[in-house]
């Protein structure tokens, strides 16, 4: 269901299974968030500007950081970024980046500039929680996916990878 602006709105950072090889996306909940071509409101995926930077690699520990900025109220000027192994690979905020925004946001892949989000109506709508999850649709009967986490950190400013060594799981 699309957040109707004093109850929730959502952010998330996943596989996209689409492509091939998987890559990372946003997959999120706000305000005037676009519905699907059924007319139902998904959450909308957020391609990451950087493809080659945002492959999924497997059985590899990467350092995965995101901002999340919520919108003034009234205004549509909320911005996620994300950063794989200290690379930025994607910053959606009003006005860029420019790509075709349908339920799916795709970079460079059009003229629309991205309209920014408005993630709440309410001042006192906040971050209030972080869910470390996987989610995945091509998961095989018998087969078992798992992802390990490991060193989490909430900061109010970009901190950068740490340096902690080359780690295998």
């Known amino acids: ?12 950072f996943e596989p996209y299974q689409r492509t091939s090889p998987p890559r990372h996306e946003f997959y999120n909940y706000w305000l005037d968030m676009k519905a699907g071509g059924d007319g139902k409101h998904y959450g909308n995926v957020l391609l990451m500007e950087d493809p080659q930077s945002s492959v999924i690699v497997y059985d590899e520990w990467i350092a995965v950081e995101i901002m999340v900025r919520l919108n003034t109220v009234g ?27 349908m339920s ?3 970079p460079g892949a059009g003229s629309d500039p991205f309209p920014g989000i408005d993630f709440r109506t309410d001042p006192a709508l906040a971050v209030n929680f972080i869910e470390l999850e996987l989610y ?29 060594g080359k780690r295998k799981p």
């Open 136 to 164: 995945s649709s091509s998961t095989e009967e018998g087969q078992t996916t798992q992802i390990m986490y490991d060193d989490v950190v909430v900061a109010r400013r970009y901190i950068g990878p740490l340096t902690v």
């Open 1 to 12: 269901l699309r957040p109707r602006g004093k109850d929730n709105s959502t952010v998330s």
């Open 75 to 101: 205004k549509t000027d909320g911005e996620v970024a994300a950063w794989v192994n200290g690379k930025k690979v994607a910053h959606y905020k009003p006005g860029s980046p420019i790509g075709r925004h």
């Open 104 to 106: 799916t946001f795709t």
